[in-house]
């Protein structure tokens, strides 16, 4: 099983955001939380559904999701 396959899209929960393993618990708002300062042991507390691995793959998820080219172009002087 890829790590990735705990993140799911499904248009009938949260209006088809990316959430962590069916649940209603979106990618964003682990996302969120971390923003706000809080531990993942904090975050596990907050979200008694969560396992520790689904916060590390939110941070792949967006990382991958958010990897994109970065194209230079050198200009002559």
């Avoid at 993942?40 to 991958?64: H, K, M, N, S």
């Amino acid at each position: 099983m890829d790590a990735l396959d705990r993140i799911t899209i499904d248009k009938a929960i949260c209006g088809g955001r990316p959430t962590i393993r069916g649940m209603r618990i979106r990618v964003t708002d682990v996302l969120e939380l971390l923003a706000a300062g809080l531990s993942p042991e904090q975050i596990l507390e907050e979200l008694p559904d969560l396992e520790p691995e689904d916060i590390r793959v939110c941070l792949i998820y967006v990382a991958r999701r958010f990897d994109h080219p970065v194209v230079i172009t050198s200009t002559a002087a």
